[in-house]
């Protein structure tokens, strides 16, 4: 049987993913490649460290020019997190003559058109499904399976640590730092859980996505952006109250005037389909011109969903797929797609949540919704609890509106209006609500 030697750059909980796939089923990779996939070497920081997978002797290397020097090898799966010297050794790779696979999303995020261009100009190619929602082949779909369409929309949740947070908060009323550290010890949150918690993974992500959705270049740091690290457990409780889920949402959609992109806590309907992706898992709903809604579950995050998707790239590029689609589809081309235009986020209409500490006195509703009228808002329910006990009630206590639909710039500008307002103690939370 034909034989492809591969390396493994960097052997974090990813890469370890990888070796084990390829090494303990060997047999099933083969079939699926129709030839042997031979992990010749593993390129480390430090061989002495323990390792959860048993290599065979002579793999596992401090040397990436072990893996540059040999010609045998000629697919490399790049698993080293972050930028630097993450984009030097791909470009180091690419030019020794290497296929790239790679999970670095934040890298594509970042240098797409540089490592790019690179790839194509040596007649390489690099393939990074593992880069955005880990076991979901989201980027195969799309760029393949759904090209006869126009797409229009693409929403989802991006982010495998922050969903789990927010997932056990909720469920279980666990501490936010005690969710962290169990996302990292899981395997789920980045080397920076902050990328993670912050919106900053899934807006790199959602900016990849928009660019095989929409052949738009969208620089991630300009997607209007909110994470989870701010999240109040009492907007879980008052969310649930109402029949939601708060779950860390990306969309993208398309419309006459521009593309409409953002990541942010959203209050998401219980009963709908993203409402119900719990843990690690992530979602994504896609409509197309042609085939209407399609929607995707998977694990986003986490070891072997991962390295799941490393692999099937690294059969991928060994069979010859990934190059026929990387030179077709010219990803992030420097000059192919046009930066895309971002649609004014003032003119997006949507429903909104606000929690508002205020003063409990006679006026002080009647103050906040003049407010909202006065800027059109409509509002659709309000919650306020009393103490429960009947002796005395709560000042201040939280006031909760869920408004029809309205603008951002409507809402934006009621927001700081009703927060100059003497009855209102405190900063208002206000998050979108998705039905
Ligand atoms: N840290 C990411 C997440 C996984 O939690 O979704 C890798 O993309």
Same mark, same amino acid.
């Given at each position: 049987m034909e034989k492809t030697n591969v390396a493994i750059v960097g052997l974090g909980t990813v890469g370890t993913g990888v070796a084990r796939l390829l090494l303990d089923h060997g047999d099933r990779t083969a079939r699926h490649a129709g030839r042997t996939m031979?992990?010749?070497k593993a390129v480390?920081?430090?061989?002495t460290k323990p390792r959860d997978v048993d290599l065979p002797k002579g793999v596992l290397t401090d040397s990436l020019d072990d893996v540059i020097d040999d010609p045998e090898i000629t697919v490399v799966a790049q698993l080293i997190g972050g930028l630097e010297p993450a984009r030097t050794v791909m470009l180091r790779l690419l030019e020794s003559g290497k296929d790239i696979v790679t999970a670095n999303k934040?890298?594509? *995020?970042e240098h797409g058109p540089e490592l790019f261009t690179r790839a194509r100009e040596l007649g390489r190619s690099i393939a990074f499904e593992a880069a955005v929602a880990g076991g979901i082949p989201i980027i195969a779909n799309i760029s393949q399976c759904l090209s006869a369409n126009q797409l229009r929309s693409l929403e989802g949740i991006l982010n495998g640590t922050s969903n789990f947070i927010v997932t056990q908060m909720d469920e279980n009323g666990s501490s936010y730092e005690d969710v962290v550290r169990e996302a990292q010890r899981l395997g789920y949150a980045e080397a920076d859980p902050t990328m993670d918690v912050d919106g900053t993974d899934a807006a790199q992500k959602l900016a990849i996505l928009a660019h095989l959705a929409f052949g738009a270049t969208v620089d991630w740091s300009e997607i209007p952006r909110v994470g989870i690290d701010q999240l109040?457990?009492?907007?879980?409780?008052? *969310?649930?109250e109402l029949d939601y889920r708060i779950k860390l949402l990306a969309v993208a959609n398309l419309a006459e005037d521009g593309l409409e992109l953002s990541v942010g806590p959203t209050l998401v309907r219980v009963g709908t389909p993203l409402a119900e992706v719990r843990d690690a898992f992530n979602?994504?709903?896609?409509?197309g011109d042609a085939v209407g809604p399609v929607f995707y579950h998977g694990l986003g995050a986490g070891q072997m969903p991962t390295a799941s998707a490393v692999v099937a790239d690294m059969i991928d590029t060994a069979v010859g797929r990934t190059r026929l689609t990387f030179q077709t589809l010219e990803y992030f081309s420097i000059d192919q797609p046009p930066r895309a235009k971002l649609r004014?986020?003032?003119t997006l209409v949507g429903r909104y949540y606000y929690r508002l500490p205020v003063a409990n006195h006679p006026?002080?509703?009647a103050a906040i919704a003049t407010v909202l009228a006065k800027h059109g808002?409509?509002?659709?329910s309000v919650i306020q609890h009393e103490k429960g006990d009947g002796s005395q009630h709560l000042d201040p206590v939280p006031l909760v509106i869920m408004t029809h639909e309205a603008t951002e710039g409507a809402a934006r500008a009621a927001t700081s209006e009703i927060e100059s307002l003497s009855a209102v103690t405190g900063p208002v939370v206000r998050l979108r609500v998705k039905d």
């Open positions: 031979w992990l010749k480390v920081k430090d061989p934040a890298l594509l *995020a109040d457990p009492n907007d879980l409780k008052y *969310a649930k979602a994504i709903r896609v409509i004014d986020a003032d006026g002080t509703l808002i409509s509002i659709a």
